[in-house]
C-alpha cells in the first residue's frame, strides 16, 4: 500500500505543477508555459494510474486506462526538445536562436516521435506485472523504440540547460536534468524514477516560470 500511496503523492505532485503553469499562463499568457503543463498533465495521469492499480486490479480496465501512458512518453515527452531550445533563445543563448538550431530540434523530435509510435505503439502488447503491492500494465517486450523518446529528450534539454546556465547564471534546470538523467541510467525501479520525474519537472516548470517572469538580458543570478 506505501507504494501506492507514494504514486498518489507524486499525482498531488505533478498535479501542482499544472497548477502553477495555469496560475502564471493567466497572469502573462505566454506560451512557454504550455509545454510543462502538459507534460505534467501527462505525468500526473500516469502516477494516479499507478497508484489505483492496486485497488482496480488487473483487468480490462486497468489496461484500458494504463495504454495512455505509453502515448504520453512517446508522444508528448519528445516536445520538451523543441520546448528547451526555445526557453534557452528566450534565456539568450544564441544558438538556439537561429535557424539551424530550430530546424534541427525539429527533425530530431519527430524522428523519434515516429520511431516510438511505429516502434512500440502500432504493437503495443500490455502485460500486468506487481511491484511492492502495486498492479500495473507494462510492455510485454521493452523496446529501443520505446525507450529512445525520453533518452534522446532529456539529452536535448540536458543541453539546452547547460547553455542557459552558463548564459544566466540558473543552474536549476540543469540540476534537476542531470538529477533526472542520473537515475534514469541506473534504472532502479519505477517508483524512484517517478521521483526524478518529479524532480526534473520541477525544474521545468521552474525554468518556465523564471523566463515568464523575465526579459531575454543575460542576468548574473546564481540562483
Same mark, same amino acid.
Request: charged share 10%; proline share 5%; aromatic share 8%.
Given at each position: 500500500?506505501?507504494?501506492?500511496?507514494?504514486?498518489?503523492?507524486?499525482?498531488?505532485?505533478?498535479?501542482?505543477?499544472?497548477?502553477?503553469?495555469?496560475?502564471?499562463?493567466?497572469? $502573462?499568457?505566454?506560451?512557454?508555459?504550455?509545454?510543462? &503543463?502538459?507534460?505534467?498533465?501527462?505525468?500526473?495521469?500516469?502516477?494516479?494510474?499507478?497508484?489505483?492499480?492496486?485497488?482496480?486490479?488487473?483487468?480490462?480496465?486497468?489496461?484500458?486506462?494504463?495504454?495512455?501512458?505509453?502515448?504520453?512518453?512517446?508522444?508528448? $515527452?519528445?516536445?520538451?526538445?523543441?520546448? &528547451?531550445?526555445?526557453?534557452?533563445?528566450?534565456?539568450?543563448?544564441?544558438?538556439?536562436?537561429?535557424?539551424?538550431?530550430?530546424?534541427?530540434?525539429?527533425?530530431? +523530435?519527430?524522428?523519434?516521435?515516429?520511431?516510438?509510435?511505429?516502434?512500440?505503439?502500432?504493437?503495443?502488447?500490455?502485460?500486468?506485472?506487481?511491484?511492492?503491492?502495486?498492479?500495473?500494465?507494462?510492455?510485454?517486450?521493452?523496446?529501443?523504440?520505446?525507450?529512445?523518446?525520453?533518452?534522446?529528450?532529456?539529452?536535448?534539454?540536458?543541453?539546452?540547460?547547460?547553455?542557459? =546556465?552558463?548564459?544566466?547564471?540558473?543552474? +536549476? =534546470?540543469?540540476?534537476?536534468?542531470?538529477?533526472?538523467?542520473?537515475?534514469?541510467?541506473?534504472?532502479?525501479?519505477?517508483?524512484? $524514477?517517478?521521483?526524478?520525474?518529479?524532480?526534473?519537472?520541477?525544474?521545468?516548470?521552474?525554468?518556465?516560470?523564471?523566463?515568464?517572469?523575465?526579459?531575454?538580458?543575460?542576468?548574473?543570478?546564481?540562483?
Amino acid at each position: 500500500m506505501l507504494a501506492s500511496l507514494s504514486f498518489a503523492v507524486l499525482a498531488a505532485g505533478q498535479l501542482a505543477l499544472v497548477c502553477w503553469c495555469g496560475v502564471r499562463f493567466r497572469r $502573462t499568457a505566454d506560451r512557454i508555459l504550455i509545454v510543462p &503543463a502538459v507534460v505534467c498533465a501527462a505525468l500526473v495521469y500516469d502516477n494516479a494510474v499507478l497508484a489505483a492499480g492496486r485497488w482496480v486490479g488487473a483487468g480490462a480496465a486497468l489496461e484500458t486506462w494504463s495504454a495512455p501512458r505509453f502515448v504520453a512518453h512517446i508522444v508528448l $515527452t519528445p516536445l520538451l526538445m523543441p520546448w &528547451a531550445v526555445a526557453a534557452a533563445g528566450r534565456a539568450g543563448v544564441g544558438w538556439a536562436r537561429t535557424e539551424w538550431a530550430r530546424a534541427a530540434v525539429y527533425v530530431v +523530435t519527430g524522428a523519434v516521435i515516429a520511431t516510438g509510435v511505429f516502434g512500440e505503439l502500432i504493437s503495443l502488447t500490455l502485460v500486468p506485472a506487481q511491484w511492492s503491492g502495486t498492479v500495473r500494465y507494462t510492455t510485454a517486450h521493452a523496446s529501443i523504440a520505446g525507450l529512445l523518446p525520453p533518452v534522446v529528450t532529456v539529452l536535448v534539454v540536458l543541453v539546452a540547460a547547460g547553455a542557459v =546556465w552558463r548564459v544566466r547564471g540558473y543552474r +536549476t =534546470w540543469t540540476v534537476t536534468t542531470v538529477t533526472m538523467t542520473v537515475v534514469s541510467a541506473a534504472m532502479p525501479p519505477m517508483l524512484l $524514477t517517478n521521483c526524478a520525474e518529479l524532480v526534473f519537472a520541477l525544474g521545468t516548470v521552474a525554468t518556465a516560470v523564471r523566463l515568464s517572469e523575465s526579459s531575454p538580458t543575460p542576468a548574473t543570478s546564481t540562483r
